[in-house]
C-alpha cells in the first residue's frame, strides 16, 4: 500500500536558518504530491503541489520542494526561516494505485522557530 | 480564497447526545472529505464522496455517519457521542479528478464530549 513518511516529527531551527523537512513516498508509479501546512486550530492551507511537470516546484511563503524520483523523495526546503513559519506541515501523496483517488497523508512534522 | 465552512467551530457535548457537524463549500466541488486528527497527529479520511447521493467510508472505521442531498453541503453525525469520539473533525473538498488537484480544508471542529 502506498505510504508517505516524514522523518523528524519535531525540527527546531533558528529564525534566518535553513528549513528543510523531510518526505518520501512509496510508489513504483510517481504520484501526485502535495505539501500542507496547518496552523493551530486551522484546517490545512496548501503550501505547494508537484504534478509531473517542474520537479522543483514553488510555493507560498518562499518554501520550496524538489521531486526526486531516484530518491522516491519530496523534501520541503525554505532558505531562510520565519517565526511566523512555526506550524504542523504535512506531506500528501495522490496515490495512483486508487487512479489517484485517495490522498494519504503524512504523519507530519511540527516546526518551530527560535528568536 | 477557498471557500468551505464548517460550523460549530468547538463543541463540548454530553455521552450520548446526538450531534452533527456541518460543512458546506461554494466552490461548486464534486468531492467531499472528513477527516479525523487528534492533536498532534497525523489525519486519517473516515468518509468521503464524489457527488449528490455518494457516500464511501474512509481508511479508519468510524461510528459516524454522512449524508450528501446537497453539492455543497456534506454533514457528519454522531447519533450517540461517547468521549472516544473527543477529537477534531477537519472537512475539505476538491475537484472530481484528484490528478494534481489539491484539497481545501475547512478551520476544523474540535469536538469535546463529556
Redesign the interface.
Known sequence: AQSVTQLGSHVSVSEGALVLLRCNYSSSVPPYLFWYVQYPNQGLQLLLKYTSAATLVKGINGFEAEFKKSETSFHLTKPSAHMSDAAEYFCAVSDPKTSYDKVIFGPGTSLSVIP | EAD?Y?TPRYLVIGTGKKITLECSQTMGHDKMYW?QQDP????H?IHYSYGVNSTEKG?LSSESTVSRIRTEHFPLTLESARPSHTSQY?C?SSELD???T???????T?LTVV
Open positions: 468551505i464548517q477527516y498532534g497527529m497525523e489525519l479520511l481508511d477537519l475539505a484528484p490528478r494534481g489539491e484539497a481545501f480544508f475547512g478551520q476544523g474540535r
